[in-house]
């Protein structure tokens, strides 16, 4: 079976460089556009189910996308982002102004620390790889929408790798990363696949937070 990891479409927040978890931020004009050409590249993919996180950015994108498949949305909370806490809305330049130990610590070593009434990367990973478990259970070609950490430390569990590594697999906004379950093994055929989107509006990848 094989199960295509989408990040949500851009949002303003994304643009505005804010730190960005469980807050529920609408898609942009630019995310809405980038689901529209997302969906356009995945239109005759065999998709037997769609599941998603039920922030309003990945659901959004889910949407999009499912206008060529026409399938139930499965909405699991164990997909939304990570849990920012006291970070969430921030902007990266005050967050590095204000917090600079912090960042200096996450930067070093991002598996850690914890944030600050919010949640670790371990608690992250375990949360979202339940869910992916759940999902191959079910035996059957999968489209998941959800976010750039959930992603991350997904492909970090998938690649056995220490989270301490995970910022190398941060995937960009619109992105697809194509993994197959096969009797011999899991393996990521595709990672952060951005090649339907124009450059104009693929913006680099931030991996901060």
Known sequence: MQLILIRHGETIWNKEKRVQGTSDIELSTVGIEQARLLALSLKDHPIRAIHTSPLKRALQTAEIINEFHRKELHVDQDLMEMDYGDFEGVSFKNLIACEKDFVDKWLTNPASVKMPNGESLTQ????????????????????????????????????????TEFLSACPGNASKTIVSFQKDGIFIEAFNDRSHLPEDISPKINALF
């Open 124 to 163: 992250l990973q375990e949360r979202a790889w339940r869910s992916l478990k759940r999902i191959v259970n079910k035996n059957d070609n999968a489209l998941v929408v959800t976010h750039n950490f959930s992603i991350a430390t997904i492909i970090c569990r998938i690649k056995n790798i220490s989270l």
